[in-house]
């Protein structure tokens, strides 16, 4: 609990700065409208590219242990999106954001600091292989079912293309190309180039997530509580636990088990409010699933911590 609370702790105060400004009337909806339109279309990108052009995915790279975890967070995608669409009457697209929350936990804000401490330095390369494929995987299952969605009922030719066009538009699936291009070319990012992109990535959490408080303040969960209540569910629930299963399954080592599993615990990661906002659809279920799954997730993550040992 203790290394929990220095992690979680600023990022609600954050969260809770932005609520109570917006709240007192001294910014406005538009002015907040702005912020996460920075976030989510310039910074959180170029924090994906660089990300991903600075990691050596070779490292600590175990087929069976990625397999054990994005196994888990597809289950957990699957089950929010048909459980949002047949058991509470969903628009498809609603089901898509559910699934999505379900889908993206917080592999970075979250997940490395408590791997660090709960397991030690020494253990973070494989949770950083992880962390390096979380937004391409996610991004492109969530944007591809979004837009299949979208452009149903237009023929399977024409729908891919559709999927394919827009994706390729997408600001988070540029941001990972790029990065992987980086990555995979080698090139060089020029020094004055990667100070003013740095200047850029350091902006980007925190103003996503004062942007995601004033948000709030729009979004509140009245009338939403139950669904809510089932994406925090599948989120922290399915996923680790499919993980668990998986990895135990497969005769995963304990360090790669505890990676797979730790990560799995987390909560619902702020750029599924991102993805919601961009869709404009269950924005208020996703803000809402953010905050409640990370308040949620300690006793969680507190269960799996003492069951991987």
Do not use: K
């Not at 837009?147 to 729908?159: A, P």
């Not at 200047?199 to 996503?208: N, Q």
């Not at 797979?260 to 990661?269: D, E, K, L, Q, Y």
């Amino acid at each position: 609990m203790g290394a929990f609370l220095p992690v979680v702790v600023p990022i609600f105060l954050v969260v809770g700065y932005g609520y109570l400004v917006v709240r007192l009337g001294l910014m406005s909806d538009a002015a907040i409208d702005g912020l996460m339109r920075f976030a989510g279309n310039f910074a959180i990108p170029i924090l994906l590219a660089l990300g991903i052009a600075t990691l050596d995915l070779s490292a600590n790279f175990d087929l069976a242990m990625l397999t054990s975890f994005y196994g888990g967070a597809i289950a957990a995608f699957v089950v929010g999106l048909f459980g949002t669409r047949f058991l509470f009457g969903r628009p498809w697209e609603d089901a898509a954001v559910v699934g999505f929350c379900a889908l993206f936990s917080n592999t970075v804000m979250v997940g490395l600091p408590i791997v660090e401490r709960a397991h030690g330095a020494e253990e973070l390369g494989r949770s950083i292989v992880i962390v390096s494929l979380h937004a391409p995987i996610c991004y492109t299952l969530g944007v591809a079912v979004m837009e299949g969605i979208r452009n149903s009922g237009r023929g399977v030719g024409r729908t891919v293309l559709r999927v394919l066009a827009s994706m390729a538009r997408n600001p988070f699936i540029i941001g990972i190309s790029v990065g992987f291009a980086l990555n995979l070319s080698g090139l060089p990012i020029p020094s004055m180039a990667r100070d003013a992109l740095d200047m850029m990535v350091r902006a980007a959490l925190p103003v996503a997530l004062f942007g995601l408080g004033g948000m709030l303040v729009r979004y509140r969960p009245e009338g939403d509580l139950r669904l809510i209540a089932f994406a925090c569910a599948v989120s922290l629930l399915v996923h680790p636990a499919v993980a668990w299963a998986l990895g135990r399954g497969a005769g995963l080592d304990p360090a790669a088990l505890r990676a797979a599993v730790t990560i799995a615990a987390m909560p619902v990661g702020l750029n599924a409010f991102l993805f919601a906002e961009h869709y404009g659809r269950a924005r208020r279920v996703a803000a809402s699933t953010v905050l409640f799954s990370t308040i949620l997730s300690f006793t969680g993550v507190l269960f799996w911590l003492t069951v991987l040992g």
